[in-house]
């Protein structure tokens, strides 16, 4: 207690006082000299025996001989260790008394005024344990919301001084809780609020400068402390932090980092060494956490079928990340945020060290690395003249974990650490007590402390077993004593020996010794850890390539039944040459180019790769239904590329998608069109000469009819409203264009009037209204595509799709007459009362009125055996074999405008395409190879390999694991049930998963 | 040339057609001619005719003698084949899912033995209709819902009322297994060990229900005349003796293996209905001989390491490891108007494995067999009921059409709700295309 207040006093001394004293100067002089110790100066540079001079909480000098000052205290520190304080990367806090203000953003997870060091109180017991870490001072973040607010770096002495209040700014891919109120209510918002808040901070700072010259011209803007925040952090380019759950994450925080130019660091998640050559690219500084995965419960094969094997590789793999990103080139920062038991620390970064990582990169991770990109250059991070007395002082090398911190010290001042001698204790030992002789066992966790004494053959455990320090007490009852007693036994632990007294029932006290006999003990040695031997995959888990396929030069098709959906029809007997990915030839008894990779295709179907213009596959967030319009929002944002659909589809013959949003309101948001490359990573699934879409939807879901009593009140609740939410979107969007065309004409007004501001959700509008971005209408009545298609002629443009569409049949010609294309399920129906009248003769209707057909699935399932579908469109109608699988081919193609490129066989399309063993409209059909872009993504032959491959892997890791002790990988076991993988099985009428 | 010959037959049947009518019984012996008869019980026989008379087959055979008071239908070229059976639906107890009202088959609590699916039934479905213009010819109608949601029924796909439509009931008393898997997250709120207990304790729960049926049983024989009675126990009775079977819904492993251990020991008929993972346990399915219902093939994988083809291939390693099963759409209330699709899950068991004539038994006689009414329908033999269909191609490809249906003899009204709309907006273009001219 007394220690607590003087020291206390010291740090405000130190901080230059500007408060009166309460009582009496105190002074404590604050001059060391400390001798004899290793001195690690800084990462690969160390001083075998020297001294270090410290005055005032600054290093003053630092060698082998240094002059030694007369008013110093010398210490020796002969066997010691001395490394420059540690720094915990991360450290969450919890927001303290921060209440919404008049000047506070209107969205209530953004708040980048926040500062971490205002609502930072040390807890006693947090700091104790980060101190026995070595650390010196932490790096603190508040958790909440998706704008957290600014970073701080935090002392770890009594006062909690602050070295800088603001080191970065924090995000975080926040979602609310499921039936949380509020925008944004997804992945998908959660983006477009950090693009468009970061665009209103650009123009939240013109527009006060703006008006702070020409306060006559303009009304003046509202206040906002969060944009003001934002635009001082852009101009003085202070680092933005993105929180990552994963590498998918990773790679979002990457691309908004490159479209705002963004100095970008992330809060790590183990998981980089997944996309680690992306991840590395982008050059981020990454606070990585060493909370490696404990044990996944495998101990029952029904268990173990619980783990994807993404979960038990990772098991393996994770004490490897540390090792592979700094061999990449990435800055790394260790923290020790995420664990279970902050005693795992130390523990996981030797098995980091063991697994590669060089202790000098180690120590750099834990000292300069953080001082560097904290702005503490010059003053933390090494032992040297200058710089700030920050010390982690420990007997022998901190990176092996049995060498307790003995001390750390902060600005000049010493604090000791509470050595807990459990370590010590635990082992064997060769006991004698009187003349008895035995072997003494100790086990201790931190978790269970227990011991037994073994004498000839009978063994004994220990009662009442206590380590306290560095004394130890048990009880017991020996069974060569006269009479059977309990004998209480107390000692202590020296230097390797252990004695004491033992206290019979009769008061006498006997002398007992133990000598450890660890030393002699082969048995406990424990083998090293070596570097996983598990190769990555693309994307991690079963099914993934170890190499992502390759394109052959040259690929020669020889002598197959060629379904061309192109002017071609179908032709028997029919070679195709394809070069660089691209078709070459089509035709009979072509000859094939020389070194060209040759398929023996007689008896086989040839179609073009299989396209579904409306999937919901690859998309982690597929609703941003908190409000009726969210145009703001893009599927390209929230992409999954590790989506197993994307391979079980590729299974069907499927190779290009639309991605699109769901249809929980009114206007949705934008979709993508992706090419299913299995194992590449979200931006490169996208098809990036496809046009901008943007989806909409009528009807039951944005009138929330099938969504409970409790959901009466957003508009629109009826058809009537719909029709009035799109006028009105529509309308804001022409006078926001206006505005925008008068202002970027007139110089003037670009000098004296705050401009108009940018805004997401208006940006898709404007597009549709000018006809550059492509219009898909979630519909099923006839009333509402009627209504739908008179909106869009009011406001001249024209609907590309409708979708599901499943009263089309009714309103044919009119759709025909706009030019609307139809993108419909081939025969559901019934599912809720706006598709009663649902028929499967709806595409037939509607293709014999001149309408754009296609069968589209809206299903992970569906989407697996889409030619099918497209035979169903024989049956209900009649349409022709050509017809029937033109609705998933061509059609689709054209309805999305990339027939330039898919959709069919033709010379100069990408080699996008199917082999089928049978008639591919036939049940009896099966999907033998999928080719992307002349590259082969899915083979029954390949398909074969992979599941054994992967049976192989787990079956090799449920070994290792079962071969691994419990204390070796401490750590909460993942939890199956939630990985990032795992997705509802999708489809318009599936309300657990929301509207689709 | 057949699609034409097809479209005229539906559009002749559209012209008396409004809503559909059940057909009167069947007055008249029926002798269908010449057809390629899929006799599903002893292969396929091209070029036989096929005669019935009050509603049974009466003669298979080549060249028929024709009476003056039979009807006679040309089938040459064509497809016959025995009424297709769903063995699991929630056809007709519900009408559109998303709306309220419309359901019928979940009752209340969480143990409803005493409900029986056939009350509920609403034979003026649309979905009906739609279900029989597919081929297939009878649903099994089954409660949902809670630990046992109650008797199902066997049910054909025509008549007036509920008990006209009646084959069988009850086919079976159901019993949706407890979870018998574990929530291995380590943040789980209720301990692995206490999970533990909580699984056993559920099966415990399921011993001494059976425990108090049989006493209850005993008391009703006892010499107290006065003995209450319990609508619950007295549904359970025959199916604990064993006289009739449960069928139980199970898909994990875990749930099968614990679903059959306990038919065993409590020395029980039981059928496996969903068996996800039945692909795992096919030695012990078959050392107990218990078949298994597969609610469709056409679904996701169950696990993300699973092979994509999981469900597809599931029928052909039963079949392979001799375990009887047969192939059904799914019991969900989304899928009772897509019972239709029923021959394209067993066609793709097909295109993965499984024999084509065994695809199709999977969907005829091996249903009417799990069902208990093998001697009565499931395939084209003397004796049984005339209850078929002539099919334009072969039933397991999508494209072929079903031409006409007979149900226990009678002609089966082929119009439905979805021919009927088409029909009807076929007429709205022929009208606009007469403006243009």
Known sequence: MKKSILLLIISKVLLGQTEPLTDLMHVNPRVFVLKNAVVHVEPGQTLPSATVAIRDGLIVAVGSSIDIPGDAAIVDMKGDHIYAGFIDAWADVEPKDLKPSPRSHWIDLVHPEWVASDSYTPDDKTVKERKKLGFTHIHAGLNKGIFRGQTSLIDLDESASITTSTVSQSLDFYTRERGEDGYPGALLGTIAVMRQTLLDADWYEKSQSIYARHPDKNEQPKEDLALATLAMARSKAIPFLFRTAHETAAQRAIDISHEFDLNLWLLGSGYEYRRLTDIAQAKPFIILPLNFPGKPDVTQPQRADQYITEQLKHWDMAPDNARKLVNSGVDIAFTSNGLQDLKQFRKNLSLAIERGLSETAALAALTTTPSKHFGLVKTHGKIKAGYQANFVVVRGSYFDDSNPVQSVWIRGVKHDIDINFNDEFAGEWKFSLDKMQGELTIKSSPYHTAGKIKLDTTTISLNHLKLDGKQISWSAELPKTETPQMIRFQGNWDNGMLSGVAVFADGQEHEWTASSR????????????????????????????????????????????????????????????????????????????????????????????????????????????????????????????????????????????????????????????????????????????????????????????????????????????????????????????????????????????????????????????????????????????????RVAENFGFTVTNMEHVLEGYKVADQMARHGAGAATFSDWWAYKFEVYDAIPYNAVLMQNAGVLVSFKSDSDELARRMNLEAAKGIKYGGMTEIEALNTVTINPARQLKIDKWVGSLEVGKDADFVIWSHHPLSTQAKCEQTWVDGKLYFSLGQNAELLAQDKQIRSDIIQKILKTKDEDRPGASPDPGNHKYQQPYRDDQAWEGGVR | MKRILCLYLILTSWIWASDQIPAAPQSQPILIKGGILHTVSHGVMDGYDLLFEKGKITRIDKNIPTTNEMEIISASGKHLYPGLIAGISALGLVEISAVRATIDYDEVGDMTPEVRANVSYNPDSESIPVTRSNGVLFVNVVPRGGLIPGQSSLMMMDGWTWEDATLHHPTAMHINWPDMSIDLNPKAKVKVSEQEAQRRQRVKDLDDLLDQVRRYEMSQKGTSKDAAHDLRMEALIPYVNGEKPFFIHAWESRQIEAAVRWSKKQQLKIVIVGGGDAGELTGLLKESQIPVIIEGTLRLPRRRNSNYSESYSLPARLYEAGVDFCISTDGSGFAAAQVRDLPNHAAMAAAFGLPLEVALRSITLSAAEILGVGDRIGSLDVGKEASLFISSEDILEITSIVEQAFIHGTKTDMSDRHKNLYKKYQEKYKQLENIKD
């Open chain 1, 518 to 789: 660890t030393a002699d003990d082969a048995e406990t040695e424990a083998p090293k850890a070596t570097t996983s031997k598990l190769k990555l995959s693309f994307p991690e888990g079963a099914f993934g390539f170890e190499q992502l396929p390759q394109q052959p030069a040259s690929l020669f098709i020889n002598d197959a039944t060629l379904w061309t959906s192109g002017p071609q029809g179908i032709i028997q007997n029919c070679d195709m040459l394809i070069e660089k990915g691209k078709i070459k030839k089509i035709g009979k008894n072509l000859t094939s180019s020389r070194g060209a990779q040759v398929i023996e295709a007689d008896g086989k179907y040839v179609t073009p790769g299989l396209i579904d213009s409306h999937s919901h596959t690859a998309g982690a967030s597929i609703n941003e239904g908190s409000q009726s319009i969210t145009s703001e929002v893009r599927i390209q944002d929230v992409l999954d590329p590790d989506d197993i659909s994307i391979y079980r589809e590729l299974a069907g013959g499927l190779t290009t998608i639309q991605v699109l949003h769901g249809s929980a309101n009114t206007i949705g948001g934008q979709n993508s069109v992706i090419k299913l490359r299995w194992g590449s990573n979200a931006q490169d699934l996208i098809m990036k000469r496809a046009p901008q879409g943007l989806k909409f939807a009528l009807g039951e879901n944005v009138k929330q009819s099938n969504w409970g009593d409790k959901n009466v009140t957003r508009y629109p609740q009826t058809r009537m409203g719909v029709e009035q939410v799109l006028r009105d979107a529509f309308t804001r969007a022409r006078d926001y264009k206006s505005n925008l065309d008068n202002y970027a004409k007139k110089s003037k007004w670009r000098k004296t009037l705050t401009p108009p501001r940018r805004d997401l959700e208006l940006d898709p509008l404007v597009e549709v209204l000018e006809g550059t971005r492509r219009v898909h209408v979630h519909s099923y009545r006839q009333d509402e595509i009627l209504m739908m298609l």
